[in-house]
């Protein structure tokens, strides 16, 4: 079964750090690129990061530029994203998804989302 | 960075009606652009990508059209599960920007 599993959220105050982490089995990691995906409660998607499947494209949101950054672990089948500099507007449930297509940085879609994790950025 | 705007923001139909959602991009595109489903507690899932392709497990009734800026979503005939919230989200190159969603109710 093709699965995500994040782990790594909780309760944090501003301007302190955290580090998020996906766990994926059921498919072949290293072909395909990953991305982190946040909703705000109540709001719409943001898409955060993405990093491609060998780690040569890598882009971010304005938003968290210059505070986050996305690496990823082919040979442990994981993504993790590191936030540093955490802002009360960065809480939100933040997805891990799975690229379509494989070998691509552009086209397809997302096919596979992870249940989630919850930031929450208060003092 | 490419801005989606999707309308409406909510459309209010019946069981059984047809449903066309639309979503227009600030910039050309080309054709990759996805559509999502998310009903409340769970996470998305994708319907459409590359504009007209459905994903595996999607049903007939969703389909997917449109290149360059303007796309549109149509649900042939909704069914009770279908209400939900679409998203559509530009594939063409980074950032992978999301349109604001169109909330599909019961009417």
């Known amino acids: 079964e093709v699965q995500l599993v994040e782990s790594g959220g909780g309760l944090v105050q501003p301007g302190r750090s955290l580090r998020l982490s996906c766990a994926a089995s059921g498919f072949t990691f290293d072909d395909y690129a990953m991305h982190w995906v946040r909703q705000a409660p109540g709001k719409g998607l943001e898409w955060v990061s993405g990093?491609?499947?060998?780690?040569?494209?890598?882009d971010y949101a304005d938003s968290v530029k210059g505070r986050f950054t996305i690496s990823r672990d082919n040979a442990k089948n994981s993504l993790y994203l590191q936030m540093h500099s955490l802002r009360p507007e960065d809480t939100a449930f933040y997805y891990c998804?799975?690229?379509?297509?494989?070998?691509?940085?552009?086209?397809?879609?997302?096919?596979?989302w992870g249940q989630g994790t919850t930031v929450t950025v208060s003092s | 960075e490419i801005v989606l705007t999707q309308s409406p923001a909510t459309l209010s139909l019946s069981p059984g009606e047809r449903a066309t959602l639309s979503c227009r991009a600030s910039q050309s595109v080309s054709i990759y652009l996805a559509w999502y489903q998310q009903k409340p507690g769970q996470a998305p899932r994708l319907l459409i990508y590359?504009?007209?392709n459905t994903a595996t497990g999607i049903p007939a009734r969703f389909s997917g059209s449109g290149s360059g800026t303007d796309f549109t979503l149509t649900i042939s005939s909704l069914e009770p599960e279908d209400f939900a919230v679409y998203y559509c989200?530009?594939?063409?190159?980074?950032?992978?920007?999301f349109g604001g969603g169109t909330k599909v109710e019961i009417k």
């Open positions: 990093i491609g499947w060998n780690s040569g494209t890598i």
């Open positions: 989200q530009h594939r063409s190159n980074w950032p992978f920007t």
């Open positions: 590359d504009a007209s």
């Open positions: 998804t799975k690229d379509t297509l494989p070998g691509r940085s552009s086209g397809g879609g997302m096919d596979v």
